[in-house]
Antibody, heavy 117, light 107 residues
Framework: QVQLQESGPGLLKPSETLSLTCTVSGGSVSSGSYYWSWIRQPPGKGLEWIGYIYYSGSTNYNPSLKSRVTISLDTSKNQFSLKLSSVTAADTAVYYC?????????WGQGTLVTVSS | DIQMTQSPSSLSASVGDRIIITCRAS??????LAWYQQKPGKAPKLLLYSASTLDSGVPSRFSGSGSGTDYTLTISSLEPEDLATYYC?????????FGLGTKVEIK
């Protein structure tokens, strides 16, 4: 079955750029049947959709983050990635990647990113 | 953006109880609604989509209903393993948005 795994640095300083990668196994990011999304969850809080990418490379971002977000695709490695620039403490969260057909399923296990000086 | 209002924010119930969680969208979403279960320290897990379709492997005590702007998640007979926070999510339009969650505790 399809599995997703996030990877990337867990600690950043304010103003740095967050960079995470999601590796997909058991399925292909080149499938035209799905989008590939990033979602985040601040500690003790709810879920926020960040954006998605389609196999064609087209993207759709949450307007609340659009000015700072870039999602990209690497079909050769079956991965997709998230970059979030100019991070602040408010960007501290568990970041999840997920396969997106409207509903999100499955999800990666999540990776905690902490922004602190 | 479509706002999703979930209630209650928390509830405490006994094993065997029937519980209902509601989710109201700020505009009609044509049943483009999913429900998730998130256990502590874990990623959310899809329970239902299209408002009422049970995802594969999800116990039949979970059910969903609704239309237009108003939707419900029902657990017909609460089990100890249902301790979790439940979220609704609309996918009628982007940005995809979630309710704030309902934390279910076992008495």
């Amino acid at each position: 079955q399809v599995q997703l795994q996030e990877s990337g640095p867990g600690l950043l300083k304010p103003s740095e750029t967050l960079s995470l990668t999601c590796t997909v196994s058991g399925g292909s990011v080149s499938s035209g049947s799905y989008y590939w999304s990033w979602i985040r969850q601040p500690p003790g809080k709810g879920l926020e959709w960040i954006g998605y990418i389609y196999y064609s490379g087209s993207t759709n971002y949450n307007p609340s983050l659009k000015s700072r977000v870039t999602i990209s695709l690497d079909t050769s490695k079956n991965q997709f990635s998230l970059k979030l620039s100019s991070v602040t403490a408010a960007d501290t969260a568990v970041y999840y990647c997920a396969r997106d057909s409207g509903p999100f399923d499955p999800w990666g296990q999540g990776t905690l990113v902490t922004v602190s000086s | 953006d479509i706002q999703m209002t979930q209630s209650p924010s928390s509830l405490s119930a006994s094993v065997g109880d029937r519980i209902i969680i509601t989710c109201r969208a700020s505009q009609g979403i044509s049943n483009a609604l999913a429900w998730y279960q998130q256990k502590p320290g874990k990623a959310p897990k899809l329970l239902l989509y299209s408002a009422s379709t049970l995802d594969s492997g999800v116990p039949s005590r979970f059910s969903g209903s609704g239309s237009g702007t108003d939707y419900t998640l029902t657990i017909s007979s609460l089990e100890p393993e249902d301790l979790a926070t439940y979220y609704c999510q609309q996918y009628y339009s982007t940005p995809r948005t979630f309710g704030l969650g309902t934390k279910v505790e076992i008495k």
